[in-house]
């Protein structure tokens, strides 16, 4: 028999009485009317620390269900090291599916970047999000990578640079700003990489500082209550991945943010975690092998694992710069094999590779 589970605030649990409340509106209707479970049925809650509370349901009203505690299981060990996600954004719902697949997986801490190359527009309404004005996934203005006007340089699922949003014109002529066909490569051409006539792009696609401000500015000093959406929307779509996967604990999501400034934070901390930056078409060496010689051949059982960062670029990867200021912020680079991934394919099998050994390294130390 299934036993459906749900994640619950720590306030809902009155231990001194054995009982669980439920008023999560969304949850009532998935319990009285698609699962169409009534009293004496038994549901599973895990509150915020990872406890699983067995209940049966004893009282349903349209606005509360009551549950009375059956059993409490403890939280299952924790993994020897926490797995952290940098992904940039992504097209449609690629970004969102990954939140999903990448919870179920069992990332810790997932953390949506804007990058050079990013294809996505930052666009939202005041109900929405935060991230208001217009952000092409480029840094306009005083930035060497421009989008001229309303022109806007992307890489679609077949990756063809479109010179016009609204058009959806193909960038021509003088301007061939096309990636490969699995969006993983740099534009090129004689705009050097632009959708436009008006758009230099550099090769390299250099940012300068001024620029790269400028975005920090957009991402972070507007925030407020416009941001509430879409962080909503987020972690729902986790919650019910939570639930679905019957995971004891949520994964934490930041707000979108640079992705200089990801990883700027992530190396300023005591206890630093270790980056793996996915270059495809590099002769970097297999993620499995690195993570494999540091954690498990020269790992000793007395001394703590550090975290394991993966970052992942958009759907025309990183730029050479990008690269290279990670690596002198000690990011290692890697790749996931021959294959050239999309996004968010590379994103589930990396961290579908570290949470596997950090369970295989968990179950040896037992």
């Not at 599973?44 to 009551?66: C, E, F, M, N, W």
Request: proline content about 3%.
């Amino acid at each position: 028999m299934t036993i459906h589970r749900f994640l619950i605030e720590n306030a809902k649990i009155d231990l001194a009485g054995g009982t669980v409340e439920i008023v999560d509106a969304q949850q009532i209707k998935q319990i009285t009317r698609v699962l169409r479970l009534g009293l004496e049925d038994r549901i599973d809650v895990v509150d915020h620390s990872g406890k699983v509370y067995q209940l049966r349901l004893a009282s349903l009203s349209p606005g509360t269900i009551t549950g009375e505690i059956v059993s409490v299981t403890e939280p299952r060990a924790a993994k020897p090291f926490k797995i952290i996600v940098v992904l940039a954004l992504l097209k449609g719902g690629n970004f969102e599916s990954s939140l999903t697949k990448l919870t179920e997986i069992g990332v810790d801490v997932i953390m949506p970047v804007i990058t050079e190359r990013t294809v996505v527009k930052v666009e939202m309404s005041e109900k929405q999000s935060s991230y208001s004005g217009r952000l092409d996934g480029r840094v306009d203005g005083n930035a060497d990578v421009t989008v001229d006007g309303n022109a806007h340089a992307t890489a679609d699922g077949d990756a063809h640079a479109t010179a016009d949003g609204d058009a959806h014109a193909t960038a021509d002529g003088n301007a061939h700003a096309t990636a490969d066909r699995d969006a993983h490569a740099p534009a090129d051409g004689d705009a050097g990489g632009a959708a436009d006539g008006n758009a230099h792009a550099t090769a390299a696609g250099r940012v300068d500082a001024k620029a790269d401000r400028k975005l920090d500015r957009k991402l972070d000093g507007k925030a407020g209550g416009k941001a509430d959406g879409k962080m909503r929307r987020w972690m729902s779509i986790v919650k019910e991945a939570v639930e679905q996967c019957e995971r004891a604990r949520s994964p934490q999501v930041v707000a979108i943010q640079s992705l200089k400034k990801a990883l700027n934070d992530l190396t300023n901390t005591d206890n630093p975690p270790t980056i793996f930056i996915c270059a495809e078409r590099s002769q970097a060496p297999h993620l499995v092998t690195i993570v494999y010689s540091r954690y498990f051949r020269e790992a000793s059982p007395a001394v703590s694992l550090s975290d394991i960062c993966i970052v992942i670029g958009p759907e025309g990867g990183f730029t050479e710069q990008e690269i290279d200021q990670a690596i002198s912020l000690g990011c290692l680079p890697c790749r996931l094999g021959d294959n050239i991934l999309r996004s968010e394919t590379a994103a589930t099998v990396a961290a579908a590779l570290v949470a596997s050994l950090g369970e295989f390294l968990c179950d040896n130390q037992k």
